[in-house]
Structure formats: structure tokens, C-alpha cells
């Protein structure tokens, strides 16, 4: 192997005795497979992209998964500086290393001591940038790259990888760069539910908690000229219902950093999280609201079962998203995008999605699975019923490496992020050589939970790129579309995820339901359903509390305001998150303790034991009423003994926040015991709230007159029983 000609900067060699459990395999029986490698090479720092001044950066873990010791030994970095990938079956190849690539020149050797069982070795190695083998590289595009770690004759371990040259500082043609837009969708990946906030806003007639908390849910404000007095005196008096967890509060400051720096960074953000999060940085555009799944809306094909869960499409259309980002405190509407759910885009979901407004969606690789020789522009227009879409797909490899993800699992230098970086780079330079005067552009997209430092990474990386231009999403959208036309690749829906949606939104429409019984059926003041339907959301969350105070003796506007609540969170819960378990169980759990806790605002207080000592008696019953309006509701009891038995059903009015008594007869024929179970139903005879078990005992005592008639009369028929027997004429034979 050639000399280095400059020497080498190595960094003291760190060993340490920790066990990377992910290197060890094992067969059926537990025992590790000798025909598995027991070292392992992985790249922890790399330089991205390289040019005439950079020089040539690694920093490299050796793992140590055998049962002893390895001897010390030496890592070689090696590369081929005349080779040129052809095709990306090769790029791919090398990768998984099955690739036959000579890689003949070396650019650097470091030691590397005795690694103990289960131990690794972090060492790095600086190539600086006159060194020869760097220096006569005279191509700028990928190249591969060997690392080696060799003990005495044997290569223990090896990892291919990849090397950029830029153009920098070399005597090349110069040809055109190629279009790419970068994009991330900025929204939550967990919201979550104060509870004492559901409590205060079931029990106060006041709208202070409902303007604050409607603002954090993605309720409209009032006119800023008509409603700021009250909207200040609200801001201090209540803690917003519906927030966001606290690392995704966390996730917002750093991502809105990162975002600062790198402009050119596409990002569409949900007017929800956008308006709630610390940090409101400069966006591209806007998303759905509260990342709406349109794709499994379509998919589950039952727009009935989001209305009955309370999710309406007002609640999610372009509209209503401009809406609440202007509430956010911008005055310019960004243009709106609607990002893929955990469906495939379909013909019904790119039409229900253009119904809402959202000419202009965003794809990943499974919208035209087709490959081509070459990569081409990733815009697409479709004709739907409801009028033109513009769609923009990602490029899959690009999209695959930016998500975190190995494009195999043979790439094995893809499984840390400085690998996978520098695959990406690599791969990005291949795209432009593969045709370098063609116009093209495409997409990338990082995913909803990619942390910041990647972010920052790649984009560092690729602002340096010289054969990338980074366009917006504006003028992607702008570009020849690579296809016209009025089909779509058919879409097989994902039985798991429109199994669990189905089931969110049952759920959600029994919780629902709940709160409309109590409207219709359990407040004195019953609310018609037709006239709870009729009521704007907007305008329930923009009243302040002066208004609140003009309809106190009016449920309607509380009704509503819970109502919007639920439905604040109805919507969270179908979020297109590839993982929505949490935050939707989150939210359908919060919607149900909310109808729960509206209905057993209504209550039977605990009684004591009632003792009998006649034939009747009473058993008077305690209702509570926690509301903030009267309600009006039946009292039922019933024992489980036919001898001791009370009255079965008593109505009942309980004024807001009091407490009202209504009393059962209790009849017995003897004595004993029996339980009365009492329970609640509303005006339709259908139970709610809690029940409450009253325990009866029955001792019969002679307490009247009556009581000595039936005694006497028993002894009477005792005596004449009695003279009878004595005075019969007996039988001779007896």
C-alpha cells in the first residue's frame, strides 16, 4: 500500500469494556454463529463532501464481539481515485459491499490497541489535504471507500462507504446543478390533555378557560378590536386544555434553530403546532390542520363515522388551516400543502384533498412505484374530479437515507448517521452524473420526528454541494411534471391502521353522544340536537367572558364550548403520524374522561342503611349536581328480595351546584334484608352516572293494634284446636 505524504494526526485511542448487544448473533440455541464476523466497523464522524482545502476527516468504532481479547492492530482507509460509478446497481452494491471494486490507494493507517471482550476502540484519522493519494483525485463525484481493520495478516473487519470529491480546485467541465427541494413537515408527534382543565371547564359557567384553551386547540380569536379587553383578562385566568408534551415543546426550540440557519429548507408547518409551539419560525407553507390523515380518510371510506366522532371537514380544509395560521399573529398566508398520511395518495384521497382546497400535495415513493433508468423530475398532475393536483414525490433513496433509514440491511455504514450521510451525498452526486444536462428536479423529505442535529447536518452538507440547487416547493410545483394524467396507481389500504382508525372513532362517537345526551336529555333546560349542530364552533371559542356572563341562564354556549373541546381532540387523534398509537389513545382516552366526567357531574350521594320495623317506611336519596346549569333526571331504585320491596322510579330537578333529596317508600311483609340499588337515568330512560346500593333491614314488632287482633285470634283457634281433641269420640279400636 502506498506511503501517506503528509503524516497523520491520531487521536488517543479510547477503549472501553461495554457490549454493543447489537453485534452479537446468535442461533436457535443462544450460542453465537462462527460463521457471523465477531468485529464490526462503524463510522461515527466523516467528512461529507471533500475539496481542494478540506483535507479528509473519519472517526471509526471497532466493536469487539468475541470471548477474548484481540491483539493490537491496524485500521486502513483506502479508496480507488480513478474508479467511477456507472449505474445505481453498482452505488447499491458497494454499499452492501457485493460490489468487486478494487480500492488500491490508501489514504491513511492508524493503530489500534488490544480490544478486550466486548470491547470497542474509537480511533480517528485526519488526511490532510495535500496528501497524494487525496490530492490526485482529478474527477469531483462519489468514490468508494474502503475501511479495513486488520490484525497481523487477517482482515478482521471491513466497511465500504463512500467518498465526495467536489468540483473545487479541479480542471473539470462545469455542468448544470440539479434542482432539489428539501422539505419537513413541522408538527406534533404527541399532544397532550390536562385534566384538572377538562374539570374547570365542565364545572364553571365562565369562558375565560374557553378562550384560552380554544386558542392552544385551533379555535379562532375574536376581532382584536372587539374582544381585546377580554381576551387579556382571560390570558391569566386558565391553563389551555390541550397542549403539547413537553418534548415536543423541547423538539420546537431546537428545531427552530436549526431552521434559522438553513433557508432553504422547505418547511410546512400545521397551523395547530405551528400557533402553540415556543418557537414560530419562518415557514414555506401549511399543512392540514393537527396533521389530518386525509389519505386514511378516503381509505376508511366512511365520512359518517368522522362526523359522529365529531370531525367535520370544516375542521381540516385549507381554509380553516389559513385561518388559524393568521391567528398564529402572521398576516401572510403561506401557501397550503396537503403531506401524506399513512396511506397511499389515491384518486379518492388526491380529490377529497383537492375538495379542500389543497391543490398541491406531498408524496412519498409509493405514489408511482415505476422505475426508470434515470431519475427524473418528481412532479405530477393529476386530473380529479374535483380539478387539477399537483403532485410532488419524493425521491425514494434520497427520501429513505434523510429519514434515518438504511437502504438496506446489508448496507451496514448506513446504520450511523455519518454513514448514512455519507451515502447521501454520494448518492446525490451520482443523480447529477447520471445525466448532467438534463433539467431535473426532486424532492426530499425528512420525516415528522427527525431530530435536529440531522437536519443540520445534511443541510450543511448540501448547501456545499456544487452540483445541487435548492429550490422551493413553488417552483418544484412549477416545473414540467413528468406525467399528466387522470390515474393513479392503485393503493391497497393498510388493514391494521383503518382497523385501529375505525375503532378511535367509535370511540369518540360514543364520548360524544354522551355530552349530547346530557344537552337533550339530563339538563332542565334541554337543548334541542338540531340547535347544537347549528352553533359555530369559531364563534363558541371567540366569546369572552362579558358575553359568557349575557347567557348564564343559557347552557348552549357551554354545551358548545365542551363540544369544541372534544372535537379539538378528535381531530388530534387522527393524525397521519406513521405511528399515531400514542397521541391518538391519548386523545380518545381524554374525550371519553371528558364525557365521563360531564355525566357524573350528576351524582348519588352514599346513604346510610335503612332499618324497618312496620310495614313501610321511607328512604330518602341525596342527588348532586358539580354543573355549572339545573338538571332534571330520574331516581330509580330497585331491591332484590319480593318481600321487601320500595317504590320504583321519583323525578327530580337539581339546581347548578346544589344538592336535592328525593325520598322512597319501602314496603315489607317480613322481616329479613335486601340491597336497593339506586341508579340515574335521563328523560329517554337510559342510565348514567354512578349507582349507589342502600342496604334494607326488615324486624317485625307488635307496634298496633292490629298486631294483638292477629295474635289473639291465633290463640283462640290454638284453644279450639286444643277442645277438639279432647272431646272427640274415639274409635273402639283405638
Not at 208 to 235: L, M
Not at 343 to 356: I, S, Y
Not at 624 to 633: G, H, R
Not at 715 to 720: D, E, R, S
Amino acid at each position: 500500500m502506498a506511503m501517506l505524504a503528509a503524516p497523520l494526526t491520531v487521536y488517543a485511542n479510547d477503549t472501553t469494556d461495554t457490549t454493543d448487544s447489537s453485534s452479537d448473533t446468535t442461533d436457535a440455541t443462544g450460542n453465537q454463529t462462527e460463521n457471523q464476523p465477531k468485529q464490526s466497523i462503524a463510522i461515527t464522524q466523516s467528512t461529507p463532501i471533500v475539496t481542494s482545502k478540506s483535507g479528509y476527516h473519519v472517526t471509526a468504532v471497532i466493536s469487539n464481539t468475541d470471548s477474548t481479547a484481540t491483539s493490537s492492530g491496524t485500521l486502513h482507509l483506502t479508496t480507488n481515485t480513478l474508479f467511477t460509478f456507472v449505474s445505481r446497481t453498482d452505488i447499491q452494491n458497494w454499499a452492501e459491499n457485493n460490489a468487486p471494486i478494487p480500492t488500491p490507494n490508501e489514504l491513511g493507517s492508524v493503530d489500534v490497541p488490544s480490544i478486550p471482550a466486548g470491547g470497542t476502540a474509537t480511533v480517528t484519522v485526519e488526511v490532510n489535504a495535500n496528501q497524494q493519494t487525496l490530492a490526485s483525485i482529478g474527477s469531483w463525484g462519489p468514490k468508494p471507500l474502503m475501511l479495513s481493520y486488520i490484525v497481523g495478516n487477517r482482515i478482521l473487519a471491513d466497511l465500504p462507504s463512500f467518498l465526495t470529491r467536489s468540483s473545487d480546485g479541479l480542471n473539470t467541465a462545469t455542468t448544470p446543478a440539479m434542482n432539489l427541494t428539501v422539505a419537513m413537515p413541522y408538527t406534533a408527534s404527541g399532544w397532550q390533555v390536562d385534566n384538572k382543565a377538562i374539570s374547570n371547564r365542565i364545572a364553571e359557567t365562565t369562558t375565560s378557560s374557553t378562550s384560552t384553551s380554544s386558542k392552544s386547540n385551533g379555535t379562532d380569536k375574536a376581532d382584536k378590536s372587539d374582544n381585546a379587553d377580554a381576551s387579556n383578562a382571560a390570558k391569566g385566568t386558565d391553563t389551555p386544555a390541550i397542549s403539547l408534551s413537553g418534548q415536543d415543546a423541547d423538539t420546537a426550540r431546537s428545531l427552530g434553530q436549526t431552521f434559522a440557519k438553513h433557508r432553504s429548507l422547505q418547511v410546512i408547518a400545521d397551523p395547530l403546532y405551528w400557533r402553540q409551539s415556543a418557537v414560530q419560525p419562518s415557514i414555506a407553507g401549511i399543512m392540514q390542520p393537527a396533521d389530518f390523515d386525509i389519505t386514511a380518510y378516503t381509505a376508511l371510506g366512511d365520512t359518517a363515522a368522522y362526523e359522529k366522532a365529531g370531525i367535520t371537514t370544516e375542521q381540516w380544509n385549507a381554509k380553516q388551516a389559513a385561518a388559524w395560521y393568521a391567528d398564529g399573529g402572521d398576516s401572510e398566508t403561506p401557501s397550503a400543502y396537503a403531506w401524506q398520511g399513512n396511506n397511499c395518495w389515491t384518486l379518492d384521497a388526491l380529490t377529497a384533498a383537492r375538495k379542500q382546497g389543497y391543490d398541491t400535495v406531498i408524496a412519498d415513493a409509493s405514489f408511482d412505484a415505476d422505475q426508470t433508468e434515470a431519475v427524473h423530475t418528481g412532479t405530477y398532475v393529476v386530473d380529479t374530479p374535483a380539478g387539477d393536483v399537483t403532485v410532488l414525490k419524493e425521491q425514494s433513496t434520497l427520501g429513505t437515507l434523510a429519514k434515518g433509514q438504511p437502504t438496506s440491511t446489508d448496507a451496514q455504514a448506513e446504520s450511523s448517521d455519518a454513514g448514512r450521510l455519507a451515502r447521501l451525498v454520494a448518492q446525490s452526486a451520482f443523480y447529477q452524473m447520471e445525466q448532467p444536462y438534463t433539467s431535473r428536479y426532486l424532492l426530499m423529505t425528512f420525516s415528522r420526528t427527525t431530530e435536529a442535529s440531522w437536519i443540520d447536518q445534511v443541510m450543511s452538507a448540501f448547501e456545499q454541494a456544487s452540483w445541487l440547487n435548492l429550490t422551493d416547493l413553488k417552483t418544484m410545483a412549477k416545473a414540467d411534471p413528468y406525467n399528466v394524467s387522470g390515474s393513479v396507481n392503485p393503493d391497497k389500504a393498510d388493514d391494521a391502521n383503518t382497523a385501529n382508525t375505525r375503532s378511535a372513532l367509535r370511540q369518540l362517537a360514543d364520548s360524544r353522544h354522551d355530552i349530547m345526551r346530557m344537552a337533550t336529555s339530563i339538563l332542565r333546560n334541554e337543548i334541542d340536537s338540531d340547535e347544537v349542530s347549528s352553533l359555530d364552533p369559531q364563534a363558541l371559542a371567540r366569546q369572552d367572558a362579558n358575553d359568557t356572563a349575557s347567557h348564564s341562564n343559557d347552557p348552549m354556549q357551554w354545551i358548545g364550548s365542551l363540544l369544541v373541546l372534544h372535537d379539538d381532540m378528535a381531530l388530534r387523534s387522527m393524525s397521519g403520524s406513521p405511528q399515531p398509537t400514542a397521541t391518538r389513545k391519548a386523545m380518545v382516552n381524554a374525550a371519553k374522561t371528558l364525557a365521563s366526567d360531564l355525566l357524573n357531574g350528576v351524582r348519588i350521594n352514599p346513604s346510610e342503611s335503612v332499618s324497618v320495623f312496620s310495614e313501610s317506611a321511607k328512604m330518602p336519596i341525596t342527588i348532586s349536581n358539580d354543573l355549572p346549569y339545573a338538571v332534571s333526571v330520574q331516581v330509580n331504585s330497585l331491591t332484590d328480595s319480593m318481600q321487601i320491596v320500595t317504590s320504583r322510579t321519583a323525578d327530580i330537578d337539581i339546581p347548578a351546584h346544589s344538592d336535592a333529596q328525593v325520598t322512597f317508600t319501602i314496603r315489607v311483609s317480613t322481616s329479613g334484608s335486601s340491597t336497593a340499588h339506586v341508579s340515574l337515568t335521563d328523560r329517554e330512560g337510559n342510565r348514567f352516572g354512578n349507582t349507589q346500593d342502600t342496604a334494607i333491614t326488615s324486624v317485625m314488632r307488635i307496634s298496633d293494634a292490629s298486631g294483638f287482633i292477629i295474635i289473639g285470634f291465633a290463640v283462640l283457634l290454638g284453644i279450639i284446636g286444643l277442645w277438639r281433641q279432647f272431646h272427640r269420640k274415639k274409635d273402639p279400636d283405638e
